[in-house]
């Protein structure tokens, strides 16, 4: 440039001013378009760039000076200038820098009009030069910045570089994929290769042909469901996604710490947004999910966007990456509430049943604190470890994941678990365990031990066999609902039984105790009977005939509630069978029937002693009856039992019914244990019951008594007054129970009914007899 | 590692749409600080910050979930345990707000009966963005008996306050007013054997 405007002549001030002008224009980014420079010399179109109204404005000042040069030449110029965009567009090289300088090595002086249109000539075809040097500066500006951008994309630690020799295999296996020769490279020569390393500037492409490769060995993806699926990249993106909002903000939440993506708009942030946008397009179902916009940014900072779209969607559909971020829209039939079941959860129940086949003693520790897969595992699977781990130790499972599959993940996750089980282990709290897989884990040098141990594990078919465990589990799940509320039913039912069980033998044991009552209520009785007899025999013949009135009153009532009860004594004069009772007497209807024909008889026959036995009997089963009714108010305890008892046994048939499995099988043995015991209770007690009435029995017949016209006032009144009786009342009576007494007694119990009063005169009578 | 001792444990869970802010705002309360580079959460997180409400030292563990409708499954879980809830919504976003009726019926579904909650619209330091009047979220908390608070993560407006008042809420349920309850003594008790756990830990 100095060379060029060094010619100390008039016009000089004009040319330097011109080449500065032109070469200020140039700097300015607007020209460096191609456009810009194509444009210009294009006849008919206006010219507006900068470029040339410099040239114009120029033109103009040079006119003010010399008139008569520049009058009617304001073209020339232009024509030099155009003639020489027209010849230069076809060959480039015209000007050089040897014809440069003889132009510049001319005499000084008053120059002709030859020598000014030279000098003018000079000056434009450097001018166009500089332009074209200013281009190529800037093409290698640019060159320059997209190798600092991969520079900066791949600026991670490698876990130990590759030498030499493992690079120059990764090229020449790349190089035989470049050539469209696609064929099928030995896959065990291709994991050897992964295990030794990748060269991290051929990374991308090294994803790229492990990506065919596995294209070539499987089954092309079931893709009638997706119709966008071999759209292309750059029609897809000019698509409108409604995930727009869910993918913008997470954008900036994605390496926020990584220069390519920290720009918030920048061209990371929109590579990201283009290829997530894209993808959501490609499938619906899945659409955006949190965590793949970190499996998107790992791709995109080893390849351009198309690429790594590409690699998106083979991850998604080859490898089966894209179900772990599906909604399940199965679960949604089932059940209303878990209609956003994750399928995700299954691969966290495989990583949990992994842990505790391969590492019990971990997997019971953290079952201890309670950190469960979700808790950790979650972002491992999601962002395949890249949200945690640094990049270094990231690229290595993708570059694994590409080779075999995402069983790697897994294979990561029990590898990270195993080497970090002693540090686990330490931990006392949830916290602190959650705190030590989150921070500490991915923090501490991910050393080789872990990549080494990866390649040893082979866990794919377990993982096969989990999967299967998982939806077996899961279709299980609504059976298990079911039949766990059939079971609390059973349980609530199995209760209900016991506790009715527990209150029948409450009630039969109150009735033991009531037994033992009314037996001490018939001692008492028998005294007043013995008592009475006595004095009746002694008064036989003096009897009024009140009281004999009363005395048929008596049977009557007595004959008419004994048909309460059916008896076993139906013939009273069966006399042996009363007094040897057999042992088949075990059923509480032990009641006799006295008629009262049969008293009146006796009395007419004076049959002391066949009708003492006859009465006595009945009033003692009447006695005994009634004490019980008097003594507890729940008079029929005996029926009541057994009808508990029947009705527990239907219940316990019903039950059976309804139960299965093993708790029906404990649930009957229980339940057969309760009935035994329930029957032996009440096999006992009746038992007893016979005994006692026996013994009673015997007493009774052994007595030969005068007839008894006055009979206990309590076995009375019962008959009469069922509802007067009265605990206390009944128990002064037969406390007070005097032989002399009790005459005057009797009759008052018969008073209550309506004869008290027709009766009362006799009482009287009979206190005046004797 | 000496661990801070503490009276009562208090479990409170952040829900709310994803990106109104649960992240920062539990940033802002536990480190008191406001950031911007911090991942998405994916799955579900927690933080633990001890307070100390009327002579009682609590430890508030917090548990930050993600916000996207598919990770229901991992976050619901843990709804169960927890005793105060935290809806968020953002006010320069209407669909954040429209959606706290979502959140209200997964809390119904999934939470215990008793559990405290208390609505937050978040990002109010953003005035000339707002979408959602402060009425609108004063009415909807009305409507359903909740606390209401304005906040900022950012600006530190309110975080603090609202953490202190679902914790006295809480506590006001859990020891039953002022006087330390069977309730009280049991939590207690439970403590115990974890510290002594770790005291011997420490020891060898």
């Given at each position: 440039?100095?060379?060029?405007?060094?010619?100390?002549?008039?016009?000089?001030?004009?040319?330097?001013?011109?080449?500065?002008?032109?070469?200020?224009?140039?700097?300015?980014?607007?020209?460096?378009?191609?456009?810009?420079?194509?444009?210009?010399?294009?006849?008919?179109?206006?010219?507006?760039?900068?470029?040339?109204?410099?040239?114009?404005?120029?033109?103009?000042?040079?006119?003010?000076?010399?008139?008569?040069?520049?009058?009617?030449?304001?073209?020339?110029?232009?024509?030099?200038?155009?003639?020489?965009?027209?010849?230069?567009?076809?060959?480039?090289?015209?000007?050089?820098?040897?014809?440069?300088?003889?132009?510049?090595?001319?005499?000084?002086?008053?120059?002709?009009?030859?020598?000014?249109?030279?000098?003018?000539?000079?000056?434009?075809?450097?001018?166009?030069?500089?332009?074209?040097?200013?281009?190529?500066?800037?093409?290698?500006?640019?060159?320059?910045?997209?190798?600092?951008?991969?520079?900066?994309?791949?600026?991670?630690?490698?876990?130990?570089?590759?030498?030499?020799?493992?690079?120059?295999?990764?090229?020449?296996l790349l190089?035989r994929g470049?050539?469209r020769q696609i064929s099928k490279v030995d896959r065990h020569m291709l994991r050897q290769a992964v295990?030794?390393?990748v060269?991290?500037?051929?990374?991308g492409s090294v994803w790229y042909f492990l990506a065919e490769q596995a294209t070539l060995r499987s089954p092309p993806p079931d893709i009638r469901k997706f119709?966008n699926y071999n759209t292309?990249?750059?029609?897809?993106?000019?698509?409108?996604?409604?995930?727009?909002?869910?993918?913008?903000?997470?954008?900036?939440?994605?390496?926020?710490?990584?220069?390519?993506?920290?720009?918030?708009?920048?061209?990371?942030?929109?590579?990201?947004?283009?290829?997530?946008?894209?993808y959501?397009?490609l499938d619906?179902d899945v659409?955006?999910?949190?965590?793949?916009?970190?499996v998107?940014?790992?791709l995109?900072?080893?390849m351009?966007?198309?690429e790594a779209f590409v690699l998106l969607r083979h991850l998604m559909f080859r490898r089966g990456l894209r179900k772990q971020y599906l909604?399940?829209?199965?679960?949604?039939?089932?059940?209303?509430?878990?209609?956003?079941?994750?399928l995700?959860?299954q691969q966290?129940?495989q990583?949990?049943?992994?842990?505790?086949?391969?590492?019990?003693?971990?997997?019971?520790?953290?079952?201890?604190?309670?950190?469960?897969?979700?808790?950790?595992?979650?972002?491992?699977m999601?962002?395949l470890?890249?949200?945690?781990?640094?990049?270094?130790?990231?690229?290595?499972v993708f570059d694994l994941i590409f080779l075999e599959s995402l069983d790697v993940v897994f294979a990561?996750?029990?590898?990270?678990?195993?080497?970090?089980?002693?540090?686990?282990?330490?931990?006392?709290?949830?916290?602190?365990?959650?705190?030590?897989?989150?921070?500490?884990?991915?923090?501490?040098?991910?050393?080789?031990?872990?990549?080494?141990?990866v390649h040893?594990?082979d866990i794919s078919r377990e993982l096969a066999d989990y999967a299967v465990?998982?939806s077996?589990?899961?279709?299980?799940?609504?059976?298990?609902?079911?039949?766990?509320?059939?079971?609390?039913?059973?349980?609530?039912?199995?209760?209900?039984?016991?506790?009715?069980?527990?209150?029948?033998?409450?009630?039969?044991?109150?009735?033991?105790?009531?037994?033992?009552?009314?037996?001490?209520?018939?001692?008492?009785?028998?005294?007043?009977?013995?008592?009475?007899?006595?004095?009746?025999?002694?008064?036989?013949?003096?009897?009024?005939?009140?009281?004999?009135?009363?005395?048929?009153?008596?049977?009557?009532?007595?004959?008419?509630?004994?048909?309460?009860?059916?008896?076993?004594?139906?013939?009273?004069?069966?006399?042996?069978?009363?007094?040897?009772?057999?042992?088949?007497?075990?059923?509480?209807?032990?009641?006799?029937?006295?008629?009262?024909?049969?008293?009146?008889?006796?009395?007419?026959?004076?049959?002391?002693?066949?009708?003492?036995?006859?009465?006595?009997?009945?009033?003692?089963?009447?006695?005994?009856?009634?004490?019980?009714?008097?003594?507890?108010?729940?008079?029929?305890?005996?029926?009541?039992?057994?009808?508990?008892?029947?009705?527990?046994?239907?219940?316990?048939?019903?039950?059976?019914?309804?139960?299965?499995?093993?708790?029906?099988?404990?649930?009957?043995?229980?339940?057969?244990?309760?009935?035994?015991?329930?029957?032996?209770?009440?096999?006992?007690?009746?038992?007893?019951?016979?005994?006692?009435?026996?013994?009673?029995?015997?007493?009774?017949?052994?007595?030969?008594?005068?007839?008894?016209?006055?009979?206990?006032?309590?076995?009375?009144?019962?008959?009469?007054?069922?509802?007067?009786?009265?605990?206390?009342?009944?128990?002064?009576?037969?406390?007070?129970?005097?032989?002399?007494?009790?005459?005057?007694?009797?009759?008052?119990?018969?008073?209550?009914?309506?004869?008290?009063?027709?009766?009362?005169?006799?009482?009287?009578?009979?206190?005046?007899?004797? | 590692?000496?661990?801070?001792?503490?009276?009562?444990?208090?479990?409170?869970?952040?829900?709310?749409?994803?990106?109104?802010?649960?992240?920062?705002?539990?940033?802002?309360?536990?480190?008191?600080?406001?950031?911007?580079?911090?991942?998405?959460?994916?799955?579900?997180?927690?933080?633990?910050?001890?307070?100390?409400?009327?002579?009682?030292?609590?430890?508030?563990?917090?548990?930050?979930?993600?916000?996207?409708?598919?990770?229901?499954?991992?976050?619901?879980?843990?709804?169960?345990?927890?005793?105060?809830?935290?809806?968020?919504?953002?006010?320069?976003?209407?669909?954040?707000?429209?959606?706290?009726?979502?959140?209200?019926?997964?809390?119904?579904?999934?939470?215990?009966?008793?559990?405290?909650?208390?609505?937050?619209?978040?990002?109010?330091?953003?005035?000339?963005?707002?979408?959602?009047?402060?009425?609108?979220?004063?009415?909807?908390?009305?409507?359903?008996?909740?606390?209401?608070?304005?906040?900022?993560?950012?600006?530190?407006?309110?975080?603090?306050?609202?953490?202190?008042?679902?914790?006295?809420?809480?506590?006001?349920?859990?020891?039953?007013?002022?006087?330390?309850?069977?309730?009280?003594?049991?939590?207690?008790?439970?403590?115990?054997?974890?510290?002594?756990?770790?005291?011997?830990?420490?020891?060898?």
């Amino acid at each position: 440039m100095a060379s060029v405007t060094g010619s100390p002549s008039c016009y000089c001030p004009s040319l330097i001013l011109l080449l500065v002008a032109i070469f200020n224009n140039c700097t300015s980014e607007a020209v460096w378009k191609k456009d810009n420079i194509i444009d210009i010399p294009m006849p008919g179109k206006p010219l507006f760039n900068p470029f040339t109204s410099s040239f114009l404005k120029l033109s103009d000042t040079r006119a003010t000076e010399g008139a008569t040069e520049a009058s009617g030449e304001l073209t020339w110029r232009q024509a030099i200038y155009r003639r020489h965009v027209e010849l230069n567009d076809g060959s480039e090289d015209e000007l050089s820098p040897k014809k440069l300088l003889s132009l510049q090595s001319e005499p000084k002086g008053r120059r002709s009009r030859d020598q000014l249109r030279q000098l003018w000539k000079m000056a434009i075809e450097q001018t166009i030069l500089l332009v074209r040097m200013e281009r190529e500066n800037a093409k290698l500006k640019e060159s320059e910045e997209t190798s600092a951008v991969r520079r900066i994309k791949l600026e991670y630690n490698e876990l130990g570089a590759c030498d030499a020799g493992v690079t120059l295999m990764w090229d020449s296996l790349l190089a035989r994929g470049a050539s469209r020769q696609i064929s099928k490279v030995d896959r065990h020569m291709l994991r050897q290769a992964v295990i030794q390393g990748v060269p991290r500037n051929s990374r991308g492409s090294v994803w790229y042909f492990l990506a065919e490769q596995a294209t070539l060995r499987s089954p092309p993806p079931d893709i009638r469901k997706f119709p966008n699926y071999n759209t292309p990249y750059h029609t897809l993106l000019a698509g409108l996604t409604k995930h727009q909002h869910a993918i913008l903000i997470d954008l900036g939440r994605t390496f926020p710490q990584h220069s390519y993506f920290a720009s918030a708009l920048g061209p990371g942030q929109l590579a990201m947004y283009n290829i997530l946008k894209a993808y959501s397009l490609l499938d619906p179902d899945v659409g955006y999910c949190q965590g793949l916009s970190f499996v998107a940014g790992v791709l995109l900072l080893h390849m351009d966007e198309a690429e790594a779209f590409v690699l998106l969607r083979h991850l998604m559909f080859r490898r089966g990456l894209r179900k772990q971020y599906l909604p399940d829209m199965s679960a949604l039939q089932v059940q209303e509430n878990i209609s956003r079941i994750f399928l995700s959860v299954q691969q966290l129940y495989q990583l949990s049943r992994l842990v505790r086949d391969h590492e019990p003693e971990l997997h019971s520790k953290l079952e201890a604190l309670d950190v469960s897969p979700a808790l950790y595992a979650a972002p491992w699977m999601l962002t395949l470890f890249t949200s945690q781990f640094p990049l270094g130790f990231v690229v290595r499972v993708f570059d694994l994941i590409f080779l075999e599959s995402l069983d790697v993940v897994f294979a990561v996750s029990l590898a990270l678990l195993t080497a970090h089980k002693d540090g686990l282990m330490m931990c006392e709290s949830c916290e602190e365990a959650a705190e030590y897989l989150k921070h500490k884990m991915p923090g501490i040098d991910s050393d080789r031990g872990i990549y080494e141990k990866v390649h040893s594990l082979d866990i794919s078919r377990e993982l096969a066999d989990y999967a299967v465990e998982y939806s077996v589990l899961s279709e299980e799940v609504p059976r298990m609902t079911a039949l766990m509320d059939a079971n609390a039913r059973l349980e609530a039912d199995k209760m209900r039984a016991s506790e009715e069980l527990d209150s029948a033998i409450e009630t039969i044991n109150n009735y033991h105790n009531n037994q033992s009552r009314m037996e001490t209520q018939l001692r008492t009785m028998e005294q007043q009977l013995t008592a009475l007899s006595k004095y009746m025999s002694s008064h036989q013949k003096d009897l009024p005939a009140d009281i004999k009135k009363i005395i048929q009153l008596y049977n009557r009532k007595q004959s008419f509630s004994s048909k309460i009860f059916s008896s076993k004594f139906n013939d009273p004069n069966d006399e042996d069978q009363r007094k040897n009772p057999k042992t088949g007497m075990s059923t509480p209807n032990l009641f006799s029937k006295v008629t009262k024909e049969e008293v009146i008889e006796a009395i007419r026959n004076n049959d002391l002693m066949e009708l003492d036995k006859k009465s006595q009997f009945s009033m003692k089963k009447s006695q005994s009856v009634h004490s019980g009714l008097i003594a507890n108010t729940t008079k029929t305890y005996p029926l009541k039992v057994l009808e508990e008892k029947t009705e527990f046994e239907e219940r316990l048939l019903e039950l059976k019914k309804n139960t299965n499995l093993e708790l029906i099988a404990q649930e009957r043995l229980f339940e057969q244990k309760l009935k035994r015991d329930f029957d032996e209770n009440l096999k006992r007690l009746d038992a007893k019951l016979s005994q006692k009435l026996d013994e009673m029995d015997t007493n009774q017949n052994r007595r030969a008594m005068s007839l008894n016209i006055a009979p206990g006032e309590r076995a009375d009144s019962g008959f009469v007054t069922p509802l007067s009786p009265d605990r206390e009342k009944d128990d002064n009576v037969s406390v007070t129970s005097h032989p002399l007494s009790d005459c005057d007694v009797e009759i008052k119990f018969d008073g209550q009914s309506t004869k008290l009063k027709q009766i009362r005169p006799a009482a009287r009578q009979v206190e005046e007899a004797p | 590692m000496a661990k801070k001792t503490y009276d009562l444990l208090f479990k409170l869970l952040l829900i709310g749409d994803s990106g109104v802010g649960k992240t920062c705002i539990l940033f802002r309360f536990s480190d008191n600080h406001f950031t911007t580079t911090f991942i998405s959460t994916i799955g579900i997180d927690f933080k633990i910050k001890t307070v100390e409400l009327r002579g009682k030292k609590i430890k508030l563990q917090i548990w930050d979930t993600a916000g996207q409708e598919r990770f229901h499954t991992i976050t619901t879980s843990y709804y169960r345990g927890a005793m105060g809830i935290m809806l968020v919504y953002d006010i320069t976003n209407e669909k954040t707000f429209d959606d706290i009726v979502k959140w209200l019926r997964n809390i119904d579904e999934h939470a215990n009966e008793d559990v405290e909650k208390m609505i937050l619209g978040n990002k109010c330091d953003m005035e000339e963005k707002r979408a959602v009047s402060r009425e609108r979220g004063e009415a909807i908390a009305r409507e359903h008996g909740i606390r209401f608070m304005e906040t900022s993560a950012k600006a530190n407006v309110n975080i603090e306050r609202a953490f202190n008042e679902l914790a006295e809420a809480i506590l006001d349920k859990t020891a039953g007013g002022r006087e330390p309850d069977a309730d009280h003594a049991r939590i207690a008790v439970e403590r115990r054997p974890s510290r002594a756990q770790h005291q011997r830990a420490c020891c060898t």
